[in-house]
């Protein structure tokens, strides 16, 4: 038998999200008695406004505390308690010691003011051990290029800090603030958008093949479907981006050949469990998979995000640099 790799690559990875359904709906009890109104083409109604904040203080990859065992109910709600309460009585007062510019305080932060919500040890739940894979030789290389090269042009800063797009990772996972993602359903499609830089990803249902290989995407061409209460949705056409934001230690590449698969299971009429599942064999040496609970918020409203730092910013950060540049040639020259 010819095994073809790509489908291989595919069916492990369902395989996974499989589990990892499985799994949700064995810790959350009676998901499955609740059924979701339907809208007229048959899709669960998931419309609407829905925040991921309450997952920032759940860390992205396993404590060491937690390191080979699964935590109790009662540590890990008195873990995630802690660390909310760490960070927001974490005051930064080193104005007068500092050579930087410093930060914001805390309550320009989304979390400042809300609840954490106890709900897993870490964000990666695939890999078992909770943490991310290892980055490949040439991402290693790639993430140390952006630190020195970073500033050598706009082309080399970090896709959001260029308002251009934040990647998938960047739009879904937890963020600082702005993680409220609104939601609407028209027939056949579902439309994610996000408040930072007011992307809008349009997810046709049931729509057949992906666009043709030679279109590139920021954010990938994605197809989506229904099975059951779980919205699945699968991207592949990735834009090659040098330097986009993501999870874990620096900003790696993101490649062409990136395959993610996300997805939505309607847990009750205020919960979607959300997961993503990252493959790219370029950047990382296995696939592997976060999941976290968007929550139902009705009181989130989404502003203009006209990115202004980012554009203003660009002429400061580029002509910084060249500053640097020349006190360190002048400092050689002497």
């Not at 083409?41 to 080979?68: C, H, L, R, S, Y």
């Not at 698969?261 to 790219?280: A, C, G, H, P, S």
Request: glycine residues 8%.
């Amino acid at each position: 038998m010819i095994i073809n790799p790509a489908e291989f690559v595919r069916d492990t990875i369902m395989r996974g999200i499989a589990t990892i359904i499985a799994f949700i709906f064995a810790v959350s009890g009676n998901a499955q008695d609740w059924q979701p109104e339907k809208l007229p083409d048959g899709q669960p109604n998931i419309t609407g406004m829905w925040n991921n904040v309450g997952a920032t203080a759940t860390p992205v990859e396993m404590p060491d505390e937690f390191e080979g065992r699964v935590p109790s109910a009662d540590e890990l709600a008195e873990f995630i308690a802690r660390r909310d309460e760490a960070r927001k009585g974490n005051v930064w007062d080193g104005f007068e010691n500092s050579q930087g510019v410093g930060a914001y305080e805390n309550y320009w932060f989304d979390w400042y003011w809300s609840d954490a919500v106890a709900d897993a040890p870490a964000l990666v739940v695939d890999p078992p051990n909770g943490r991310i894979p290892a980055y490949t030789a040439n991402a290693q290389e790639a993430i140390l290029l952006n630190v020195v090269e970073e500033h050598d042009s706009a082309a080399n800063v970090e896709s959001g800090d260029r308002c251009l797009s934040r990647g998938v990772f960047g739009m879904m996972m937890p963020t600082a603030y702005n993680n409220g993602k609104l939601i609407l359903q028209s027939p056949g499609y579902v439309m994610i958008h996000s408040e930072m830089i007011h992307n809008a990803r349009i997810i046709p249902i049931d729509a057949g093949d992906h666009v043709d290989e030679n279109i590139k995407l920021w954010e990938g061409d994605a197809r989506g479907r229904w099975e059951g209460n779980t919205l699945i949705i699968e991207s592949s056409n990735f834009k090659y981006v040098r330097n986009i934001r993501a999870p874990g230690r620096g900003n790696p590449p993101q490649h062409e050949g990136r395959k993610m698969i996300e997805t939505f299971t309607v847990e009750d009429k205020n919960t979607l469990r959300y997961t993503l599942t990252v493959d790219d064999p370029l950047t990382y040496e296995a696939p592997w998979t976060v999941a976290f609970p968007y929550l139902k918020d009705d009181e989130y409203k989404q502003y203009e995000y006209a990115c202004h730092e980012g554009n203003y910013a660009m002429e400061t950060r580029l002509s910084g640099a060249r500053v640097v540049e020349r006190g360190i040639t002048e400092t050689g020259n002497r």
